[in-house]
T-cell receptor, first 115, second 110 residues
Framework: GENVEQHPSTLSVQEGDSAVIKCTYSDSASNYFPWYKQELGKGPQLIIDIRSNVGEKKDQRIAVTLNKTAKHFSLHITETQPEDSAVYFCAAKGAISGGYNKLIFGAGTRLAVHP | DGGITQSPKYLFRKEGQNVTLSCEQNLNHDAMYWYRQDPGQGLRLIYYSQIVNDFQKGDIAEGYSVSREKKESFPLTVTSAQKNPTAFYLC?????????FGQGTRLTVV
């Protein structure tokens, strides 16, 4: 079935360093790839997304890249700050099946940014 | 968040009890979803609804029930048939591709 694998499960960096989180998806029909940030005790918030007709998208310190051939996409955070510490989830949405195109989530990456 | 209200924030259930989690939205989104989140795992889809008076089972619907009588509301009932209900429950809505989440309800069986 459809699957999204996310690595690493935990990531620890020093403030100012870059952080990279990678995801691989199984459904070649997937066409939308969002990234969510979840702080402790809160719901996930969409931070950036990319569609299958685009290879890269940037928003200030955050960027996402997509390699459709290899079926993987990555989140890049530059100049990390302590407030970037959270759990990050990737997801992939495939083609419509049964009237609904399901969002499949990765297992999450716990990012810790140390001052 | 910012238009999706989940209540209560914390909920305690005794074994054998049914409990209902509330989700209300003022975003005018057609689609609404319930996800379950367990430690170290991604979000798993319980139920979804694309339109009023219609809903579909997700990947882990057993032991749960929903209703969608109004566009704004999508309550989730955790029944006694759900053997391991302790988890963080998230409601979400969407209009196009993007999904927006509420702040969650943490359910604990005592």
């Amino acid at each position: 079935g459809e699957n999204v694998e996310q690595h690493p499960s935990t990531l620890s960096v020093q403030e100012g360093d870059s952080a990279v989180i990678k995801c691989t998806y199984s459904d070649s029909a997937s066409n939308y790839f969002p990234w969510y940030k979840q702080e402790l005790g809160k719901g996930p918030q969409l931070i950036i997304d990319i569609r299958s007709n685009v290879g890269e998208k940037k928003d200030q310190r955050i960027a996402v890249t997509l390699n459709k051939t290899a079926k993987h996409f990555s989140l890049h955070i530059t100049e990390t700050q302590p407030e970037d510490s959270a759990v990050y989830f990737c997801a992939a949405k495939g083609a419509i099946s049964g009237g609904y195109n399901k969002l499949i989530f990765g297992a999450g990456t716990r990012l810790a940014v140390h001052p | 968040d910012g238009g999706i209200t989940q209540s209560p924030k914390y909920l305690f259930r005794k074994e054998g009890q049914n409990v209902t989690l509330s989700c209300e939205q003022n975003l005018n989104h057609d689609a609404m979803y319930w996800y379950r989140q367990d430690p170290g795992q991604g979000l798993r889809l319980i139920y979804y609804s694309q339109i009023v008076n219609d809903f579909q089972k997700g990947d882990i619907a057993e032991g749960y029930s929903v209703s969608r009588e109004k566009k704004e509301s999508f309550p989730l009932t955790v029944t006694s048939a759900q053997k391991n209900p302790t988890a963080f429950y998230l409601c979400a809505t969407s209009w196009t591709a993007e999904a927006f989440f509420g702040q969650g309800t943490r359910l604990t069986v005592v």
